[in-house]
């Protein structure tokens, strides 16, 4: 089984917390799935859980280059230069990311608010990305648009390989059979 969450802002990739913090145990009462990778606390979208440790290790193997697909929302107007530099691949003090797929979106219209929303400055635009990578560094992809001079406001997986996260709302999940 595989469950597709839309795990919202502020909740722990995991199903405890000694700080009282939410978790996936908060919206998922399925027992014996775990998580198939990871979303940092202040990310967004689509998670993948699953009780098949085989289909686990596939997504999460970093071997296996599987895409993950994002909605992020930057600071400031982005430049072509700056798109170039994404998807060129982006020196970080790990090394060189893999070239990515960076294209500049309108704002998605299917897109729910955030609670609270992001910080927004009256004279500093925002630009939306969707952007696609096949490796998965820690907060790699708030760490990429930063160096390429575009700090993250909000970051949203949509896609990891061909499951989507379609119209889940955040907290939803759906439970398909793998």
Known sequence: MIILFN???DVLCQFTD???RQTLADFIK???VYAAGRLDRDSEG?????DDGKLQHRITDPK????????VQVEGEITDSAITQLTSGIKLKDGLTRQAR????RPPENIWP???PIRERKNIPTSWLELSIREGRNRQVRRMTAAAGFPTLRLIRISIGDWQLKKLKPGEYNKILS
């Open 102 to 105: 960076v294209k500049k979106i």
């Open 114 to 116: 955030r609670v609270p």
């Open 64 to 71: 296996n280059k599987m895409q993950k697909t994002y909605w």
């Open 46 to 50: 689509l998670l993948l859980l699953t």
């Open 30 to 32: 399925q027992k014996d």
């Open 7 to 9: 795990k919202p802002f």
């Open 18 to 20: 000694e700080q009282g």
